[in-house]
């Protein structure tokens, strides 16, 4: 009885270092020097144009995979005023925004938000929310963490060569983790 404890005493510990190396691993493959991404420009893709939700424009500015998939930055020109994303729910990603033009409306669970110049929201994972642009012309800093598989579908919105229904939109949301709850906002 002895002998298969410290079996599997041993084996256990084995492990341990196993476990710290591929964690270790993970992060030495980050990248290791700083970037810069120019004011008006996208890291990787260049402009993202999406199509379906609304027509904006979105411009990485940290990729998921500068960061070994812990974090995702993009940049959104909004440039269709009375339009945003439907409810929807990230199952792994908490988001947050940062208004630097215009104006929008949000709902995070029951609360709703009038944001503008200046104003940040935090949108927890799994909390149903949605946005809408108010104003003619705005713009965000979009923030991911992690950053989950939102660069992917951004990607995959952007090249569709038709504009989807509102089940093909709801196919590639669930594709990429997450789920649309209900419609979009109407401004008030």
């Known amino acids: 009885m002895q002998r298969n404890s410290f079996i599997a005493a041993l ?20 990248k290791v020097k700083g970037f810069k ?18 027509s904006n424009i979105l411009d990485v500015k940290v990729s998921g995979s500068d960061t070994h998939r812990n ?21 792994f990603q908490d988001e947050i925004f940062y208004v630097s033009e215009g104006t929008y409306f949000f709902k995070v669970g029951e ?42 579908f951004f990607i995959a919105v952007s090249q569709l060569d038709h504009e989807p229904s509102s089940k093909e939109i709801a196919m590639l949301f669930e594709a990429n983790e997450m789920k649309i709850v209900g419609p979009p906002l109407k401004i008030q």
């Open 11 to 30: 084996t256990a510990l084995t492990t341990v270092p196993l476990i710290s190396f591929s964690s270790l691993e993970n992060n030495t493959r980050r």
């Open 37 to 54: 991404v120019e004011a008006g420009e996208g890291r990787i893709h260049g402009h993202i144009t999406l199509k379906g939700v609304n």
């Open 71 to 91: 974090l995702a930055i993009f940049e959104q020109t909004s440039l269709t005023p009375g339009k945003g994303t439907p409810l929807h729910v990230h199952y």
């Open 111 to 152: 609360e709703t938000y009038d944001l503008t110049v200046g104003d940040s929201i935090f949108l927890p994972r799994k909390v149903p929310h949605a946005w809408t642009q108010i104003s003619e012309r705005g713009k965000m800093l979009v923030i991911f963490q992690p950053a989950g598989k939102m660069e992917k």
